[in-house]
């Protein structure tokens, strides 16, 4: 197993970054102001979620039921009684009575095709399509 060597910055272990600088005393007065007054929102917004609790009303959720028109209401109907009992019994097997097809070739990824020649079966075997 090798391993391959990749540039410092592409690592992930979470390396600590510096300080953060900025461009200059005013960005840096910008800066703390933003974070000042989000700060307070973040604040207030967390005063108010505390004081309204969220309650569904019961006539919005009986509003989102799905119902069925008048009109369309299915009534039970029985099946058929036809007198037979047990499982059904499955279809004859197919098979080719024919003789013009040899056999059949595989062409690709397992795809079986008929064959009718001698010529066919060789260029099945290399590959090859006509």
Do not use: C
Request: net charge positive.
């Amino acid at each position: 197993m090798t391993m391959h060597l990749h540039h410092p910055s592409l690592s992930l272990t979470g390396k600590r970054k510096g300080k953060f600088k900025f461009a200059s005393a005013e960005a840096k007065r910008q800066h703390e102001e933003l974070a000042q007054s989000w700060q307070e929102n973040m604040t207030q917004w967390k005063s108010m979620s505390k004081s309204v609790k969220f309650k569904p009303s019961v006539r919005s959720a009986e509003a989102l039921r799905p119902r069925v028109p008048p009109g369309r209401e299915s009534k039970f109907i029985p099946s058929l009684d036809t007198g037979h009992t047990g499982a059904v019994s499955s279809k004859p097997a197919q098979m080719y009575t024919g003789t013009k097809m040899i056999g059949i070739g595989t062409l690709h990824k397992s795809n079986a095709v008929p064959v009718f020649s001698d010529d066919e079966a060789k260029d099945m075997a290399r590959m090859r399509r006509g």
